[in-house]
């Protein structure tokens, strides 16, 4: 049953990422529910779907998958716009993925295996990766406010901020998947990014404020790292 869904799911990714080009989008968005591209794109999932399982047997979840497919990124070309864009994309991913395991459950009986709910520890991982995403840029945000430089760089807007997350996440893995040399590539990794912007900067006031919010950072996601891993539940 397992390698049903993940031809279903190979059909989709297929689909979506690899047999769907970039001037398709461009004319669906343009045209929306009048181009030509958009039933094609929807056939094409359909026929996948006999290609991954080389059978006609499977009649019923490709029509079912392939015309909830169209109607989801119908909805998606009517109601998107330029500032909603980014949401949608992850909306209509999630969708399509709720609908191929629908149809993988009911066609095939399976079970959704939930264990994995009832444990204590992935809830204690979760709440741990949860809290080193906004709640740890607050706290660092606060702690180190009182140093921000009275000048600096331009940058994309929060930009520090979802590097900040990003890189305590890959912490936080690395340390609870027992990958510890990972965290001082990563950490060698960012000094090299960083080098030639301070360098050129000339600022010993925002070289340290940056050095500060790093370190703080580095530390608070071993420190929830080493904790999860060292509660005993």
């Known amino acids: ?13 297929l689909g979506d990422f690899f047999l769907q080009p970039n001037s398709w989008v461009e004319e669906k968005e343009k045209k929306k529910l009048k181009s030509v591209k958009f039933y094609l ?7 996948l779907i006999f290609i991954v399982f080389l059978s006609f047997s499977v009649w019923k979840i490709a029509l079912v998958i392939g ?15 330029a500032k909603t864009k980014r ?23 399976a079970t959704i295996n939930l264990h994995f709910l009832q444990n204590t520890k992935f809830w204690l991982f979760l709440m741990g990766a ?12 606060v702690i180190i406010a009182k ?6 760089t331009s940058s994309l807007q929060d930009a ?26 990563l ?5 090299i990014f960083r080098f030639g912007d301070l360098k050129e900067a000339h600022d010993i006031k925002l070289t340290e404020y940056v050095l500060i919010g790093t370190l703080l950072s580095f530390g608070i996601a071993l420190i929830v790292a080493m904790s999860v891993l060292n509660v005993n539940v």
Not at 67 to 81: E, R, S
Not at 87 to 109: E, K, P
């Open 67 to 81: 015309t909830l497919h169209g109607i989801i990124d119908a909805l998606k070309l009517i109601f998107q716009n």
């Open 1 to 13: 049953m397992e390698i049903a869904l993940l031809k279903l799911l190979l059909a989709h990714i």
């Open 41 to 47: 794109h929807v056939a094409i999932h359909i026929a």
């Open 160 to 185: 520090g901020k979802f590097i900040g997350i990003i890189e305590r996440l890959l912490i936080y893995l690395f340390v609870c998947t027992n990958h510890f040399e990972a965290v001082g590539f």
């Open 147 to 152: 140093w921000i430089p009275e000048s600096t």
């Open 130 to 141: 949860l809290f080193l995403t906004s709640p740890a840029a607050i706290f660092i945000r």
């Open 187 to 191: 950490l060698a990794a960012k000094s």
């Open 87 to 109: 949401i949608w994309f992850f909306v209509d991913q999630l969708l399509h993925i709720a609908v191929i395991l629908t149809c993988w459950q009911y066609y095939y009986y």
